[in-house]
């Protein structure tokens, strides 16, 4: 079957760095997406890797190893509205998303 | 800016009730638009793809007669809710794509419906 496996739940503090990891097992792979979810909003995109190798943009950065099946979501100099929940999907060979769980990330001062 | 809009952002309704919840592309056309719920906590859940012109296609479980989808034009599609019970209560959410294949996906605001 297809699965997309990342943390539950995740703390940092202001201004530090996390790595949000992302693993899956899909029929086919056209694409990994991040986005960023606030509490009783929808989805907003963060970003898009379909070669291996890290796209930095701004503060965030995603990382991409289609050989091991795995991705991260890099978030530099923390800040409290970063707290959100972040979902990685990946696009199957039939250009359908496969959602992950979710990562809730908890920003403490 | 928003490029897909998604209209109510709440809705209170009585249980027997039905709702429509509508769905526009703001700036482009979009042939397939998704519909997903997402109860608290809980990660998205793809309840159909709403293709222009046709029928939806609906996802395992999701009663097609219940959760009626219509999409009519290039830049609007509806989801009605129908007979909503309680258990209907949740958060749904319109997406669309700009192009083909791998574009991402651009959410509306989504719904917060709520039947008593």
């Known amino acids: 079957g297809q699965n997309i496996d990342q943390p539950t739940e995740m703390t940092a503090t202001e201004g530090a760095i996390v790595q949000i990891n992302c693993t899956y097992q899909t029929s086919g792979f056209n694409g990994l997406f991040w986005y960023q979810q606030h509490a009783g909003e929808a989805p907003t995109f963060l970003s898009y890797n379909v070669l291996d190798g890290l796209e930095e943009k701004g503060r965030f950065s995603s990382f991409l190893s289609r050989s091991k099946g795995y991705s991260y979501l890099l978030l530099k100099e923390l800040q409290m509205k970063d707290s959100a929940s972040y979902l990685c999907a990946v696009m199957d060979s039939n250009y359908q998303l496969i959602w992950g769980a979710g990562t809730k990330l908890i920003i403490k001062p | 800016g928003a490029v897909v809009s998604q209209h109510p952002s709440r809705v209170i309704c009585k249980s027997g009730t039905s709702v429509k919840i509508e769905c526009r592309s703001l700036?482009?056309?979009?042939?397939?638009m998704f519909w997903y719920r997402q109860f608290p906590k809980q990660s998205l859940m793809l309840m159909a793809t709403?293709?222009?012109?046709?029928?939806?296609?609906?996802e395992q479980g999701v009663e097609k007669d219940k959760f009626l989808i219509n999409h009519a034009s290039l830049t609007l599609s509806t989801l009605t809710v129908t007979s909503a019970h309680p258990e209907d209560s949740s958060f749904y959410i319109c997406?669309?794509?700009?192009?083909?294949?791998?574009?991402?996906?651009?959410f509306g605001n989504g719904t917060r419906l709520t039947v008593t």
């Open positions: 709403s293709n222009e012109g046709s029928k939806a296609t609906y």
């Open positions: 700036d482009f056309q979009a042939t397939t």
């Open positions: 997406s669309a794509s700009r192009g083909e294949g791998s574009s991402p996906l651009h």
